[in-house]
């Protein structure tokens, strides 16, 4: 038998009130892609933390090799070949790759060889990048390169990857794939989280599934199916959304005319005379490819960028192109960044402290000036219950919760506001089918009720899913607005790459 390159037996991790690992035992061989599959909250991301040094188990041992290890930091975890991929990137935006890099090195180096090494490597593995570039003129998908790259430098045996295509296009994706399969080729074992089942099945040679921090299940995923996964994944049937009622689509709620501004970021997308409407009752779906203008037309229609004239965006017969964040949600508007920690909550603050940040006024959480605890605290309760929010409790801190975790409680704060126009940017990003489900379901019955929503997503079959119309945002510029029983992902792809100016023109024929 092959010895295995990274083996774990009853590794558990106790947190106070929290299980998150209860006697996990993991088999990861030589040159293997496997992957580690579960619900949002299930103990994956702690389980690799404790591989890669961040956590330290409660219980249970590590064997690299066949040889009992310990690992205390993630110093040691490299020194001893693991390297790791997280979620969240941790890069310095004002240093340029190079710098970056360098400081995730535990030896002494000299910088201008290590950018000669950075270079070869990035021709070798089909990771195009600049050592000399600075991060805050990288995109996202280029951001990730450099986290690889920062791995790769080191020579790892074993390479941990966490949620790594949450954030890239379909062609990075297709990218990163070619590059991790070599690797793996090459005797690299990969250690690979995602929600995304189609990739796993594309990806991986075996998997182990995680319920409440418990192995519940081992299986090959190119034997399986998406919906045995994720069966596998929630114990139970897939759940399916469903639609009690019909919308009764109203008057234009939204009204956005000839919407053009000036990115802020330099490397950002300007945004050139859009225009659509969203009626009482509708579900939008915005598609295309990242780095497009999606950043720029979110913060426009949440008043973080003000728009030169009034009149570019109404809301309820309203112009308010001018106005700011506050002054539109006292009108109405609510709004889920795609960004969970920073923007879409405070890290170090509790559940219940960020339910302040957006619900303030239209939930009563303030009266006179005086912050209303109990009133807070129940509704942090509320918004955990119907979302099935888990935590250590509303007192836990934003940043403790995992990510999916985290999405459904942001999404749940504002959507129990029964805002008259939700605004969301990429809301299923990184959570599990279940929970995508949970947030769906929850759109759709809002939007029944009689609210408008625009959802900006590179998810298509989200988009397909949900939406009632459906238009893309290519280079600045929007695409025709159609019904999605009137148009098709062909259509929408040829869209996604700027093409539908011919569209517009047979249409007006």
Not at 110 to 135: C, F, T, V
Not at 160 to 182: G, N, W, Y
């Amino acid at each position: 038998m092959t010895t295995p390159q990274l083996e774990l037996k009853g590794i558990s991790k106790q947190y106070p009130g929290t299980l998150a690992n209860d006697n996990v035992d993991l088999v990861v061989l030589p040159g293997e892609v496997h992957a580690l599959l579960g619900e949002n909250g299930a103990g994956k991301s702690t389980l690799v933390k404790i591989i890669y040094g961040v956590v330290k188990a409660s219980a249970g041992d590590m064997f690299w090799e066949g040889n009992k290890v310990s690992v205390g930091n993630p110093g040691e975890a490299r020194a001893l070949g693991v390297g790791m991929v997280f979620q969240h990137f941790n890069l310095f935006e004002t240093l340029t790759v190079a710098e970056n890099i360098s400081l995730g090195l535990d030896d002494e180096h000299d910088l201008a060889q290590l950018s000669s090494e950075i270079a070869e490597i990035s021709e070798k593995y089909g990771l195009p990048i600049n050592p000399h570039q600075h991060i805050h003129a990288l995109s996202v998908g280029e951001r990730q390169r450099v986290e690889i790259i920062r791995c790769l430098v080191q020579n790892p045996k074993v390479l941990i990857m966490d949620e790594p295509t949450s954030v890239l296009t379909p062609q990075e994706v297709a990218r990163l794939f070619v590059t991790l399969k070599r690797l793996a080729s090459e005797g690299v074992s990969i250690l690979y989280i995602s929600h995304k089942l189609d990739e796993i099945m594309e990806l991986c040679d075996a998997a182990t599934v995680l319920r409440l921090g418990k192995v519940t299940a081992h299986c090959k995923p190119r034997e399986e199916t998406p919906k045995s996964l994720a069966e596998m994944m929630i114990g139970s049937e897939l759940p399916v959304c469903k639609r009690d009622g019909e919308a009764n689509l109203g008057d234009n709620r939204l009204v956005v005319n000839k919407l053009s501004t000036v990115s802020p970021d330099p490397h950002g997308t300007n945004l050139n005379e859009l225009s659509f409407s969203v009626r009482k009752g509708e579900i939008f779906g915005i598609a295309g490819v990242a780095g497009n203008g999606q950043k720029e037309l979110l913060a426009s229609l949440n008043g973080e960028l003000i728009s030169s004239n009034a009149d570019m965006i109404s809301l309820n017969g309203e112009e308010m192109g001018d106005q700011g964040p506050t002054y539109r949600r006292e009108r109405g508007l609510a709004f889920v960044p795609e960004e969970r920690l920073g923007r879409g909550t405070v890290p170090e603050m509790s559940l219940t402290m960020n339910t302040l940040l957006t619900a303030y006024q239209r939930n009563m959480l303030s009266n006179g000036g005086f912050i209303r605890y109990d009133e807070m605290e129940k509704y942090a309760q509320d918004i955990s219950k119907r979302f099935d929010v888990r935590s250590a409790g509303t007192h836990a801190e934003a940043r403790s919760l995992s990510g999916g975790n985290l999405q459904k409680f942001i999404i749940g704060r504002e959507v129990m506001q029964t805002p008259d126009l939700l605004v969301l940017g990429h809301p299923t990003w990184g959570v599990d089918v279940g929970a995508a489900t949970t947030i769906h379901q929850a759109l759709i019955d809002l939007a029944i009720a009689g609210s408008s929503i625009v959802v900006v997503s590179e998810d298509l079959d989200e988009l397909f899913e949900i939406c009632d119309t459906i238009a893309v945002i290519a280079e600045g510029r929007l695409s025709p607005a159609r019904p999605v029983a009137e148009t098709n992902v062909e259509e929408v792809g040829l869209w996604m790459s700027g093409q539908f100016d011919e569209q517009e023109t047979s249409d007006a024929a």
